[in-house]
């Protein structure tokens, strides 16, 4: 199993110094890859333990990208319908370019719905739009310059470069169409799903990608928090992951204070945990 770890992109922990301390942390740990939360639009009730403040995610990578040199950089995930698909593609291109190919694109459909109202996106579209997003991005990422007609998005022939290898792209999301949507786009799935339901649905994903014809063995994502001052517990519930068949693990730390914080209790996970 690979492990990652969130790092707090919202909230007063969102500042360049502490961003800077958690991502070298990390590094430093032997931790695969950081990774980031995508909000745009907090409405001030769900504000709390954030204040609302979130960085946007593919800035934030590209500047994490500068600031680290061989960990590599997650979003957690990007909310698709919140942006098009042709200056999305452009973005995910450059921190790929830029970081040296250490990208790993994390994509769902949302859920928020007075986040999508003030982006004046129909939630009810949201599956449609993220389909479509994913195949442009994979036609992009494909093509030096080749134009593209979908149900939603249409453009002609441009140069897209520079062009680098598409990162891995997982999709998020439990349900029917989310197995779907990784049957047909994902290099792995990120549910959020309890280990004794893990199972079941990584069965049923297989049988999807049987029946395109796709090779069975997709990452599989889960984030999670542990109760690190449990160590047994926390390592029983790692292999109770595994077991169920998780192959990447990302660690979310809640809200920790500070950098101080964060460093403690990752070297706890890397040291007393996972090893």
Excluded at 52 to 63: E, F, Q
Excluded at 201 to 213: C, F, N, S
Aim: proline content about 5%; aromatic content about 8%; some cysteine.
């Amino acid at each position: 199993m690979k492990y990652g770890i969130a790092i707090r992109n919202m909230g007063p922990q969102a500042t360049r110094a502490t961003m800077r301390e958690c991502a070298a942390v990390a590094e430093t740990l032997g931790f695969d890859a950081i990774f980031v939360s995508d909000h745009l639009c907090i409405p001030p009730d769900d504000a709390e333990g954030s204040g609302g403040r979130y960085l946007d995610v593919l800035a934030t990578l590209a500047w994490l990208a500068g600031a680290t040199a061989r960990i590599r950089l997650g979003v957690s995930v990007l909310v698709l319908p919140y942006r098009p698909a042709v200056p999305t593609a452009k973005q995910i291109a450059t921190i790929q370019e830029l970081s040296g190919g250490r990208m790993i694109l994390g994509a769902g459909v949302g859920w928020m719905r007075r986040e999508f109202a003030a982006l004046g996106v129909e939630k009810r579209m949201r599956g449609r739009i993220s389909n479509e997003t994913l195949r442009v991005i994979r036609h992009l990422f494909a093509h030096d310059a080749a134009g593209y007609t979908g149900e939603l998005v249409k453009f002609p022939p441009f140069v897209f470069a520079p062009r680098p290898a598409c990162p891995p792209i997982w999709i998020g999301g439990n349900g029917a169409a989310a197995l779907e949507r990784a049957a047909e786009f994902g290099d792995g799935w990120h549910p959020m799903l309890a280990a004794d339901q893990l199972g079941a649905a990584i069965t049923e994903l297989k049988a999807k990608l049987r029946a395109r014809g796709r090779p069975e063995e997709l990452e599989i994502v889960v984030r999670r928090g542990l109760r690190l001052d449990d160590l047994a517990a926390a390592r029983d519930a790692l292999r109770a992951e595994g077991a169920a068949g998780a192959t990447y693990f990302i660690l979310d730390l809640g809200r920790y204070a500070d950098a101080k914080v964060f460093a403690a209790r990752a070297e706890t996970f890397m040291s007393k945990v996972a090893a």
